[in-house]
């Protein structure tokens, strides 16, 4: 049985995890959820109802369950106390690096999943997903268990976390899987010479669902429709997105935008259009289910994303909403960050141009939505860079393998 400690579950922005355990589970493995948070969203996508994994949710914070959390920690640390201790020593040396009291929650919320909700599940091993919290949670938990533990990291979890508690926790896991080979290069420079094995197995995503009409679609007319789907955060430069739709305007370009996702910058993005005087071209739709997701993609002329590294290093790896759109046959333009370019060829899959620039992701844009040889050229060409290389049931049998390799789930039987 695997045990898989999740940040929250489930989640409307990480369908890639949702899908991933779906798939393993068509594999044959049997899988159990211990989730750090509760949903925040009211609706989920259909794939969620298909799981057939139990879900446990840990205490999400100190004080409120602190009753609990002590209850489970002291009766473990009763029943072994030699183990206890080494794990406490190993959570203050962690919090004298840094100073995060969230070092502490992390050790109280893996003693309950260890004494409360681990006995009698038949667990063997913990993955976690994102190398922050629940990865330390699973760090811990393997130390008081004795379980084995790994982990998948993606993006900000990577790039916004102390090295030094990153590099710990890659030396004590089973092994590390991670969605780039951008980070896996990263993440390989921060432990050189370590044996830890780190593999870079791309998400992808399901393209049956993913699957727009493949008859030669008729140019693109004003008013253009542009698509945008991203969570508000500073890492997905929708500043410049923005800026460059204003660009366009002022060159007569009639354009219709619609922007769709939620997160910490909304206010700030919702202002910017204001005081960009974009209030009748870009309109917001917040957190959407995927069926009008997909509605909106079958409607796009372009889609356009303005990655950027934030000011605290947050970047992403690869978005997925450029793979969705890829193979919807909706043309890309974005930047050359970080993984990005593992995905989108310039001038062959897509437009790449430097982040923090609207004039040249306004001019990319327009060439795009106008030129009708690139266009025909780029989108057959997306498309069959998303059916070789990121189909998500054919990259489950890599990770699959991967879990087997390391003593988990059945082997596959040969004939």
């Not at 004003?222 to 060159?251: M, N």
């Not at 009748?280 to 590294?309: Q, Y």
């Amino acid at each position: 049985m695997l045990g898989m400690i999740l940040k929250g579950y489930p989640r409307i922005s990480e369908t890639f995890i949702s899908n991933e355990i779906l798939l393993l589970e068509k594999l044959g493995f049997s899988i159990h959820l211990f989730s750090m948070r509760r949903p925040r969203e009211n609706f989920t996508h259909n794939s969620i109802k298909q799981i057939r994994a139990s879900v446990d949710y840990l205490p999400e914070t100190l004080l409120k369950p602190l009753p609990r959390l002590l209850y489970h920690n002291v009766l473990l640390a009763a029943k072994h106390p030699k183990t206890y201790a080494a794990v406490a020593k190993i959570a203050a040396r962690r919090f004298l690096r840094t100073r995060k009291s969230a070092t502490i929650k992390h050790l109280m919320q893996a003693g309950y999943l260890a004494h409360r909700l681990l006995p009698g599940t038949g667990v063997t091993h913990l993955h976690a997903h994102f190398a922050h919290s629940p990865t330390s949670v699973a760090m811990f938990t393997s130390r008081l268990t004795g379980l084995p533990f790994s982990f998948t990291a993606h993006a900000k979890d990577i790039y916004t976390t102390d090295p030094r508690q990153l590099r710990e926790k890659i030396q004590l896991a089973r092994f590390v899987v991670t969605c780039t080979e951008y980070n896996r290069r990263h993440l390989a420079g921060l432990c050189d010479g370590d044996q830890t094995a780190i593999h870079r197995i791309y998400h992808g995503i399901d393209t049956r669902l993913f699957s727009g009409s493949q008859e030669k679609p008729s140019p693109p007319a004003p008013p253009y429709r542009i698509l945008t789907i991203a969570r508000l955060t500073a890492k997905k430069g929708l500043p410049t997105v923005l800026k460059a739709l204003k660009l366009l305007g002022e060159q007569g370009v009639v354009v219709k935008h619609t922007l769709i996702g939620d997160g910490d910058d909304r206010e700030k993005t919702l202002a910017l259009i204001e005081s960009l005087g974009l209030s009748g071209i870009s309109r917001w739709l917040g957190t959407r289910p995927h069926h009008e997701v997909l509605e909106h993609f079958r409607k796009a002329d372009l889609f356009v994303l303005g990655c950027e590294v934030a000011s605290n290093g947050d970047r992403d790896g690869i978005p997925n909403v450029l793979l969705e759109s890829m193979a919807m046959g909706v043309p890309v333009v974005t930047t050359h960050i970080s993984a990005i370019p593992e995905l989108v060829e310039d001038q062959k899959t897509g437009l790449l141009v430097p982040p923090g620039r609207p004039d040249r992701l306004a001019a990319a844009m327009l060439r795009l939505l106008t030129d009708e040889g690139l266009r025909n050229r780029i989108v057959p060409a997306a498309r069959r860079c998303i059916a070789d290389g990121f189909d998500n049931r054919q990259l489950i049998n890599d990770l699959a393998a991967v879990y087997r390799r390391h003593g988990i789930g059945k082997p596959i039987r040969t004939a």
